[in-house]
């Protein structure tokens, strides 16, 4: 388990990565849209927490704010990528609660099985692959 220090550092370091995710989406937003819908709708509406900005980068972009949480995230020599306890933390410290499906342990060794997290936002899905040697990679769609 993490020290009180090491869950505000976690901490920082999730809400940073989300916030960039965020802010990286709204920043696209306005030149992804050029000539498409309504003159009259804006793209960015200023009370617009991170957490619903985050939202609605979809899934890939919640996905993307786990990776770099687990990535960055400065474990204990006895913790991994893979360990269910890291991977749930993680997905806790997001500003919205997605959907999330494929955290298996059956042989309860405290890791996860396969190494595949599914995300799923509104109708989007992402999927998180943990890899032993704690590269993680993101796909747009299901595991």
Do not use: W, Y
């Not at 090491?6 to 306005?30: D, I, M, N």
């Not at 993680?90 to 099985?113: K, Y």
């Amino acid at each position: 388990m993490r020290n009180a220090s090491e869950s505000a550092r976690h901490r920082f370091r999730l809400v940073a990565a989300t916030t960039l995710v965020a802010l990286t989406a709204v920043a696209l937003a306005p030149g992804l849209l050029v000539g498409c819908g309504d003159d009259e709708q804006s793209t960015d509406d200023p009370d617009q927490s991170p957490g619903e900005i985050l939202e609605s980068t979809g899934a890939r972009g919640l996905a993307e704010a786990v990776r770099v949480a687990l990535v960055e995230d400065d474990l204990g020599p006895d913790q991994h990528e893979r360990d269910v306890a890291v991977i749930e933390e993680s997905i806790e410290d997001l500003p919205v609660d997605p959907d999330v499906q494929g955290i298996v342990d059956d042989d309860r060794d405290g890791q996860d099985d396969d190494g595949k997290v599914e995300l799923h936002v509104n109708s989007e899905a992402a999927c998180l692959s943990i890899a032993m040697d704690g590269d993680v990679e993101v796909t747009g769609g299901a595991c």
